[in-house]
């Protein structure tokens, strides 16, 4: 049934306007000058045919409204996708800005940390700390000495600090 008024759709708009006129005409023709001798004798059939052609023409005016409103829903919603993509872009690009910035930040402590390890490993420590707590420092250089955790763990641990640090 869909295929019958999908065909019909074909027809141009201004069709159905002239079918639904032609059908209220012939309605009040057939009303009004019953007293003609042609329009008196086709009485019937004119009156049949203008009912059917209001009809028909009442219908395809909805038909095409209701397919107007739903283009004008349709615009809007494929506008709405469009605004949602550029947003979706523009927070994409913030995003990537982001992750870039932290991605700086940890490679900056990455290099800080491996700075304060070969500060720790070459002494360099003791020569910005000055009074009560260069001992303090001195004691804690004597444990990492004597301790008791071997020297290869501690540089695997380093090595893994300044490698990761790099990336």
């Known amino acids: 049934m869909w295929q019958i008024t999908w065909m019909l759709g074909l027809l141009p708009d201004w069709f ?12 009040l023709a057939a009303w009004v000058l019953k007293f003609v001798p042609f329009i008196g004798t086709y009485r019937l059939p004119i009156q049949v045919g203008g009912i059917l ?7 395809f005016q909805g038909v095409i409204a ?18 949602g993509e550029q947003q979706a872009r523009d927070l994409n690009v913030k995003l990537s800005n982001e ?19 070969d500060k720790w490993q070459t002494r360099e420590i003791l020569k910005e700390v000055q ?19 071997p020297k290869e763990f ?7 600090a300044t490698k990761g640090a790099k990336k």
């Open 16 to 27: 159905w306007t002239i079918v639904l006129i032609a059908g209220v005409l012939a309605l």
């Open 53 to 59: 052609a209001l009809l028909v023409g009442v219908y």
């Open 66 to 83: 209701n397919e107007a409103k739903w283009q004008a829903e349709m615009s809007k919603l494929e506008e709405a996708v469009k605004t």
């Open 99 to 117: 992750i870039e910035e932290k991605k700086k930040v940890q490679q900056q402590k990455g290099k800080e940390i491996i700075k304060y390890i």
């Open 131 to 149: 009074g009560p707590e260069k001992v303090r420092v001195e004691e804690v250089i004597k444990y990492i000495e004597n301790c008791p955790v």
């Open 154 to 160: 501690i540089d695997t641990h380093n090595d893994a």
